[in-house]
């Protein structure tokens, strides 16, 4: 990297530490800035378990656990995975940089230079979570990371230019990808044919527990072929996993070799990198950084809800929000993954492997236990996405409470199929079970109950959401900006605790009303439906009542106050 590329990033960094550091003299941010260092505070002085032994069994699994995992990484960087993020420059970037006299190598330097600085401070904070007592020092630890996050960083990428390279150029690309292609077809087939193998091996597992499938994956991996095929990822994990400075100091070598080489295969790819990086920035810029403007020409699949030319006015605005989201390529890849897990937990569910079968549904369940809390924050394709366009959105023939309304409609829809598709895996990862304190019809009647009872909770949390940011539209800009930092931990979770005793307060006179019915119908079936529908509709005048006054709020609203970041 030259020079000048490396006095702009030495800048970058110092302006942006400036600009975090006078937000600071705001009482807003510093509030938050001592709720995330109390936080993280927390978090890094808890006490910690001891080391594992390097007998016990997940001690001597630690590698190749790390090993499936990156192989899962690879897999989805291969076929659906994208680093345009990491790729896409800037605006300003492309405008002096581009025409600068610099070579494709230099941007390449240049581009990877940014990319470690994340890297380094994701290194810096797992360094902390994962100290513990004995085993390698802190510095081995942090250098193993190191090495294993921009290894995964640098084969995303090399992953992303290849099959750019390849769908742009076609047969073109296919001959200058051929090392490429070749290594990752001869990967996908010795997978195959190794999984093919090793499935009677999986079936025979029976009502094995976490041990026994440990044990047994451990077996299945030392065979010729799978050993052959993890090779490459062992020795990424590897040093990481070492349990003392001796075995880190064999396993770091190798691990640094296969890093240089992910680099060399990048650094190749110089001249797919500024093309894909041109196209991308220009996507990025026509978004308008993802906040509001217009898709760039031909680049966004087709949505997949089509918009008839009349109807109520209404409807157009939550097609375009659903839109958004639901794009056909969008739609298609995200329904493949669902169908390939879920398909594979009920297979392992009803084959009875019940190590892999619990474990998926009970982390499927804890995923959308945190859809419901923090799902509300995180899907965002409502009026909190719209203020930013909000003197056109006032141009509108809609009252207030009608836009409010339909705002949150369509977050609504988003969030409860997320939640309901990590419900629905949980429900096979269990459907072959026999015994146990519930039964099928059981669990699945709690299912069809919560089924119906999610999407009118999460309306009314997202109504929650959308009214704060009419109220308090400087504070959730922030939180909602991608900004990073300790006032960022720290507001992210003021709006959480905030939002989540709120909405148990709108919650208790439902839950109050379907309880009191229940019980006076003597908790029989029908008597938990009707007590549901009944709780329902009180959160339903509920949701009416607050869309009403949040509309109220809209039509007050005034695009031009001063001070303000719509």
């Known amino acids: 990297m030259s020079a000048a590329l490396a006095y702009l990033t030495a800048r970058s960094v110092h302006n942006r530490l400036a600009h975090r550091a006078a937000q600071l003299r705001r009482p807003r941010y510093l509030i938050a800035f001592g709720l995330g260092l109390v936080y993280v505070w927390l978090v890094l002085g808890s ?20 090993a499936l995992v990156l192989v899962g990484v690879a897999a989805w960087s291969w076929t659906v995975g994208s680093e345009r993020r990491a790729l896409a420059f800037s605006a300003a970037e492309v405008t002096f940089l581009f025409p600068a006299p610099l070579t494709r190598r230099a941007l390449v330097h240049y581009k990877l230079a940014r990319l470690q600085l994340l890297i380094l ?74 999984l093919i193998a090793a ?26 072929l799978a050993g052959a095929l ?24 190798p691990a640094v070799v296969l890093l240089g080489l992910h680099y060399l295969w990048v650094l190749r790819s110089d001249a797919s990198f500024e093309e894909a990086a041109a196209e991308w920035s220009l996507e990025r810029a026509r978004r308008g950084h993802g906040r ?10 087709p949505t997949l809800l089509p918009l008839a030319p009349t109807g109520p006015a209404a409807t157009a605005l939550v097609w375009k929000n659903l839109a958004a989201v639901f794009r056909r390529r969008r739609v298609r890849n995200v329904a493949l993954g669902y169908l390939a897990v879920a398909g594979t937990v009920g297979a392992a569910s009803v084959a009875g492997i019940r190590g892999l079968a619990q474990g998926a549904g009970a982390l499927a369940l804890t995923w959308a236990g945190f859809a419901l809390l923090l799902g509300p924050q995180w899907v965002r394709n409502d009026l909190r996405r719209d203020l930013g366009q909000l003197d056109l959105l006032r141009s509108y023939p809609l009252c207030g409470r009608t836009v409010v309304a339909v705002e949150a409609a369509a977050s609504t829809v988003s969030l409860t199929l997320i939640q309901l598709g990590l419900l629905s895996v949980a429900w096979l990862a269990f459907v072959g079970e026999r015994g146990g304190d519930t039964t099928l019809a059981e669990r699945t009647t709690v299912l069809l109950a919560v089924t119906l009872a999610l999407p009118a909770v999460n309306y009314v949390a997202l109504l929650l959401h959308n009214g704060a940011a009419l109220l308090y539209p400087a504070w959730m800009s922030a939180i909602g900006d991608g900004a990073g930092g300790f006032e960022a931990l ?22 109050g009303v379907a309880l009191l019915l229940a019980h ?31 509309g109220r709020v809209y039509d007050r609203t005034d695009v031009s106050t001063p001070g303000v970041k719509w």
């Not at 490459?232 to 064999?250: E, I, Q, S």
């Not at 720290?490 to 839950?511: D, I, R, S, Y």
């Open 47 to 66: 006490d910690r378990p001891a080391p594992l032994s390097q007998t016990t069994l997940l001690a001597r699994s630690a590698e190749l656990i790390g």
């Open 121 to 194: 401070l994701n290194v810096l904070i797992w360094t902390l979570l994962l100290s513990r007592p004995g085993g390698v020092s802190g510095w081995r630890r942090g250098l193993a990371l190191w090495v294993l996050l921009s290894t995964i960083a640098l084969h995303r990428i090399g992953a992303a230019l290849v099959r750019r390279s390849v769908a742009e150029h076609g047969t073109v690309g296919l001959r200058r990808r051929i090392l490429s292609l070749t290594l990752a077809g001869v990967g996908l087939t010795g997978a195959v044919s190794w």
């Open 520 to 550: 006076a119908l003597d908790l029989r079936p029908i008597g938990l439906g009707l007590g549901e529908l009944a709780g329902l509709g009180v959160l339903g005048l509920e949701a009416g009542l607050l869309a009403r006054g949040l």
């Open 230 to 253: 993890l090779q490459p990822f062992r020795l990424v994990a590897a040093p990481l996993a070492a349990a003392d400075a001796r075995a880190w100091t064999t396993a770091i070598g």
């Open 199 to 224: 499935l009677p091996a999986l079936t025979t597992l029976g009502t094995a527990g976490t041990a026994s499938l440990l044990e047994a994956a451990n077996a299945i991996a030392a065979a010729p």
């Open 490 to 511: 720290g507001q992210n979770l003021l709006a959480t605790v905030a939002f989540t005793l709120l909405l148990a307060l709108l919650l208790a006179p439902p839950a």
């Open 292 to 301: 509001g403007g217009p898709p760039p020409r031909g680049a966004a699949s």
